[in-house]
């Protein structure tokens, strides 16, 4: 009995030894007898008569019992594997232009697609706020009217004309951006000159402020009002007052920093025209 069981153990190890090792990407180790090899993958004999399918993107390499190597450069050998290699190129190819129809494909339904989900998104909202205005009716009809007369004045704007003129902002050129951008901070610029202030800082974004506060006679700590909402209203008109005082023009052409449009005018008004 005992002479059967070392005739076993024997075996087993002798079996273990000429098995073929492979390792997976995850850096997990598979020992068996490779059974079956193909271009796209392998099937491996453990040895208990379950055979086991590995693809080939996931083994990281192939050691073999004879000592051949498998690794991620290397082309498997495949036995009876009867394509010859104006056939493989021709695979290739194929997968090639595959691949080429499906990036194509891809690209060119994307904005189609997101505009699609878009409005499909609208109107799952739509019916959204529809069931909670008429569960609120319900409740509270009286509170509810307000807020029905707002949703129906929000139903008359036309969603088409709000999405041309976001697109309209989102196409336009730097180079109109950067224009407009001009139209401030050139009179910007020569106002610092004829205030003696820096005249370069008068083009750097938020910088240009610190060039305004310098202007005015304010405190640098003024700088952090110009984000605080509305009170920047108020701190933009208490600066541009103090300018028109420095410069002996009326104060009350500082409530023009506060209107768009006008406030392009006052600037150039006060860095073309002399002092007194």
């Avoid at 052409?253 to 073309?272: C, E, S, T």
Wanted: hydrophobic letters at 45%; proline letters at 3%; aromatic letters at 14%.
């Amino acid at each position: 009995m005992k002479f059967l069981k070392l005739i076993i153990v024997f075996l087993l190890i002798c079996g273990y030894s000429y098995a073929d090792v492979i390792q997976l990407k995850s850096g997990e180790l598979i020992k068996g007898v490779i059974s079956e090899e193909s271009v796209d993958y392998i099937v491996v004999d453990s040895g208990i008569d379950v055979k086991i399918t590995y693809y080939l993107d996931e083994i990281d390499n192939i050691i073999y019992d004879d000592g051949r190597v498998f690794g991620k450069e290397d082309d498997l050998e495949v036995e009876d594997l009867n394509v010859s290699s104006s056939e493989s190129a021709l695979i290739k190819d194929i997968k090639k232009e595959e691949n080429k129809s499906i990036e194509k494909f891809n690209t060119d339904k994307t904005d189609e697609y997101m505009d699609r989900q878009v409005n499909i998104q609208k109107k799952k909202i739509r019916r959204k706020i529809d069931k909670k205005i008429a569960e609120l009716k319900k409740v509270h009809p009286e509170s509810s009217k307000f807020l029905i007369h707002f949703d129906r004045l929000a139903k008359k704007i036309n969603s088409d004309k709000v999405d041309k003129i976001v697109r309209m902002f989102t196409n336009t050129a730097p180079i109109v951006y950067f224009m407009i951008y001009a139209m401030f901070c050139f009179p910007l610029m020569l106002l610092a000159k004829k205030m003696r202030c820096s005249m370069l800082l008068a083009w750097v974004p938020f910088i240009n402020i610190l060039v305004m506060l310098r202007m005015a006679e304010k405190s640098f700590l003024w700088f952090f009002l110009f984000f605080i909402p509305i009170v920047n209203l108020f701190a933009l008109f208490s600066v541009w007052r103090s300018i028109c005082d420095i410069l002996q023009k009326p104060s009350w052409f500082g409530i023009f920093a506060i209107i768009p449009g006008l406030n392009l005018f006052m600037i150039w008004y006060l860095a073309i025209c002399p002092t007194k």
